[in-house]
């Protein structure tokens, strides 16, 4: 059974960084797909940042230049690093993950195991 938890989210003030982690437990590194998303109540979960087992990486628009998806295969973990962060950022950010099979895509439909989420919260 995949699990995925994140942390280090927090409150910070616009223009201020910050790193989230997503520890994956029961992957493997075959064919990994893994993606960060955010999502504002009332609104649809948007794709932030994704990694594949190529390490080719994509990015939302938005964040471009400013964000920085890695992972760590010795540790299993995922990492999002924010700078420059904007008020609008505002969000819960969860980890994403589907192992094995097919091609990565940047949808939530691309997506098999689901963490929770950790709230970022940026004032102005």
């Known amino acids: 059974q995949v699990q995925l938890v994140e942390s280090g989210g927090g409150s910070v003030e616009s223009g201020e960084s910050l790193r989230l982690s997503c520890v994956a437990s029961?992957?493997?590194?075959?064919?990994?797909?893994l993606g960060w998303f955010r999502q504002v109540p009332g609104k649809e979960r948007e794709g932030v940042a994704h990694?594949?087992?190529?390490?080719?990486?994509t990015y939302a628009d938005s964040v471009k230049g400013r964000f920085t998806i890695s992972r760590d295969s010795a540790k299993n973990t995922l990492y999002l690093e924010m700078n420059s962060l904007k008020p609008e950022e505002t969000a819960i950010y969860s980890c994403?993950?589907?192992?094995?099979?097919?091609?990565?895509?940047?949808?939530?439909?691309?997506?098999?195991?689901w963490g929770r989420g950790t709230q970022v919260t940026v004032s102005s």
């Open positions: 990694i594949d087992y190529v390490r080719s990486t």
């Open positions: 029961g992957g493997t590194d075959s064919r990994y797909c």
């Open positions: 994403a993950a589907r192992y094995g099979r097919g091609i990565c895509g940047t949808s939530i439909y691309s997506y098999d195991y």
